[in-house]
């Protein structure tokens, strides 16, 4: 299969990438700065310049190619506008269906995100959980599907979306917070932690991206894609803790404090552009019940996670220390 990835100089789309080539397809992405794609194109995958708000780049990249995997988006930084987000997270969804179209590509497989559900009240959510986007990233991701599918009825190109939970893996940077601090020991933690936490290894992501492109019945749908484990946080730094060879974090802080010293540290930072220390999203992350009911996947793509929370935190640990990241 010739298979168009987008983001792929980022943690998930790298993995694609590679996954992809290794499966024998022949992958071409796009790279804004080539300079981040080397260890890509080191291996034989096809670099080309795009840009996903640049429509004559991916008309371009599209060319000859069977299916497009959208990997790219604007996650939250403290200096970007709305608009930005929107650009990418949403409008170029329907200039890269657009492209597909004209270029004669069957499908398109477009990763969005569980955030588009915001808080779960009711854990395990499936797709069909209420949208509560929370903030502009997840505001812009729900956007992205919602034009998606009208760009994608108007064309007849096949749109499959995918909505992961959190990703984790050698290379991820966001999770590093929280799997780093635990594993040196220095681990603050807020609140009771029986709260769930529903992780995704990101190389059962790539088996279910690529589910996503090759199940003919797949055209159309939507599927939650999360990992085949969920645990309440304090089962999730206790086994990380153990993986580490740390004894788990005995203190556990009240989470007002620091949700008032986010929120403070926001309304400072903000009109500087600058990235706050503390914020209230990543307090949030210690309140908030996130779980995933991954049974729409499993029946329709056979999906079938296969990394234990074991295995996966041990191998991102161990690549962790390798790259001297902890
Ligand atoms: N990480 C998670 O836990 C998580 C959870 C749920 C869903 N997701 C979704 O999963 C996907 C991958 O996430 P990630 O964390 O792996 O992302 P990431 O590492 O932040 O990578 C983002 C990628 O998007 C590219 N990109 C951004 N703006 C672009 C533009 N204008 N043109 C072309 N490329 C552009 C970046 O390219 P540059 O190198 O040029 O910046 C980079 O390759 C995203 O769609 C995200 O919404 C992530």
């Not at 589910?211 to 055209?219: E, R, S």
């Amino acid at each position: 299969m010739n298979a168009l990835v987008t983001g792929a100089t980022g943690f998930t789309g790298g993995h694609l990438a590679r996954r992809l080539h290794a499966a024998g397809d022949r992958v071409r992405v796009i790279a804004r700065d080539s300079s981040h794609a080397t260890d890509l194109a080191r291996i034989g995958i096809e670099v080309v310049p795009g840009d996903l708000t640049d429509r004559e780049s991916l008309l371009r990249a599209a060319a000859g190619m069977d299916v497009i995997y959208n990997i790219g988006a604007l996650y939250r930084a403290a200096s970007l506008k709305a608009s930005a987000y929107r650009a990418v997270n949403a409008d170029a969804v329907v200039t890269l269906i657009e492209c597909a179209k004209a270029a004669g590509v069957r499908r398109v497989v477009h990763c969005s995100t569980v955030g588009v559900h915001g808080d779960i009240e009711h854990p395990p959510a499936n797709e069909d959980a209420p949208m509560r986007p929370g903030d502009v990233y997840q505001e812009t991701k729900l956007l992205g599907e919602q034009l998606g599918r009208e760009a994608a009825a108007r064309t007849g190109v096949e749109l499959v979306i995918a909505r992961p939970s959190g990703i984790y893996g050698p290379g991820d940077r966001r999770l590093l917070k929280l799997f780093g601090a635990v594993a040196r020991g220095r681990f603050l933690f807020l609140g009771n932690g029986r709260i769930f936490y529903h992780l995704t290894h990101v190389a059962d992501l790539c088996d279910g991206f690529r589910l996503c492109a090759t199940v003919p019945g797949a055209a159309g749908r939507t599927y939650i894609l999360a990992g085949g484990e969920v645990t309440t946080l304090n089962e999730l730094v206790a086994l990380t803790s153990d993986i580490a060879r740390v004894p788990p974090p005995r203190r556990h802080w009240p989470v007002w404090p620091f949700w008032a010293a986010g929120a403070a540290c926001e309304a400072l930072c903000a009109p500087f552009g600058i990235e706050p220390p503390i914020f209230r999203r990543r307090v949030d992350f210690f309140t908030k019940s996130r779980a995933f009911d991954i049974s729409r996947a499993r029946a329709e793509l056979g999906f079938a996670p296969r990394v234990s929370l074991r295995e996966g935190i041990g191998r991102t640990l161990e690549w962790y220390r390798e790259h001297g990241w902890i």
